[in-house]
């Protein structure tokens, strides 16, 4: 429910949500602390209490660190394999000038159809969370019209093992691209980071300020960094969901540069 508000609504938006919730609770948690220790023992230990709270905060940073780099990994190779796949629907496109035309022809409308497919059926199934798999039936379409080519000479031969060849790698440049639809952080990690976090947050307020203000401020500023840094990996965790996704853009860039191809001209 939450994670579904999260990736249907502007990044901007549940973003600034975010952080707001995270320092108004530490701050208001800092106030119920003030009320319950007397700013005087606090100050008394500020220099034990630094030393803990820098500890705690440097363990917590390089986990918080760990996760936001695998996840930025994780975004990054979902946009090198959907380039991949649209880079192997391409050539297959392009190879098959050297074919007679009609056989050409209906290899080239299996592949318009299969793009078509993933780029208007596909990509809104992966904007939601599951693992789309309309496309599966233009690809074995297309597999049994390579695979059933009939070449009549060596340079049929050469063509079609070189589609082969490629449509192999297309094959596994979806299976990837299905398997990035699906992955995301698993569920104790996130467990670990709002623990951590809340940890961190409440170790500032055994600090004793003589100004309640200035402590407010230093408690607000760490929850909020904190708290961007939850944006950040929540805004990724799903390669293929929210405002900050892998669109179908090298796919539509694909499809409109077969109209430049010369033997999509004489058609």
């Known amino acids: 429910m939450i994670a579904n508000w999260i ?3 502007p990044t901007w938006l549940w973003g600034t949500a975010l952080v707001a919730l995270a320092t108004s609770v530490a701050c208001i948690g800092l106030l119920i602390f003030h009320q319950a220790v007397r700013v005087e023992l606090r100050r008394a230990h ?3 209490a630094g030393f803990t709270v820098a500890s705690i905060s440097v363990t917590y940073a390089v986990l918080l660190a760990f996760v936001a780099i ?3 990994e994780t975004f990054r190779d979902a946009e090198q394999i959907v380039e991949l796949e649209a880079d192997y629907v391409g050539s297959i496109y392009r190879d098959t000038q050297g074919l007679p035309p009609a056989m050409g022809a209906n290899i080239r409308a299996d592949v318009r159809e299969y793009i078509r497919t993933v780029i208007h059926d596909e990509w809104p199934v992966q904007r939601n ?3 789309p798999q309309q496309a599966w039936e233009a690809l074995r379409k297309l597999h049994s019209a390579i695979a059933t080519m009939q070449p009549t000479n060596l340079g049929e031969a050469v063509i079609e093992a070189e589609l082969l060849r490629t449509l192999n790698e297309l094959y596994r440049a979806r299976a990837s691209r299905l398997s990035a639809a699906e992955g995301h952080v698993p569920e104790v990690i996130w467990w670990i980071i709002l623990l951590g976090g809340a940890l961190v947050t409440s170790f500032t307020y055994l600090f004793g300020f003589y100004d309640l203000r200035m402590h407010l401020v230093m408690t607000a500023a760490v929850a909020a960094s ?5 944006v950040l990996i929540v805004a990724l ?3 293929f969901r929210g405002d900050v996704s892998v669109s179908p853009g090298a796919f539509i860039k694909t499809q409109q540069s077969w109209d430049d191809l010369s033997f999509e001209k004489s058609r």
Not at 226 to 230: D, F, G, K, P, S
């Open 70 to 72: 695998v996840t930025w």
């Open 226 to 230: 904190l708290a961007l840094v939850v």
């Open 7 to 9: 990736y249907t609504n």
């Open 129 to 131: 969370g599951k693992t």
């Open 46 to 48: 500020n220099d034990l």
């Open 237 to 239: 965790d799903w390669p």
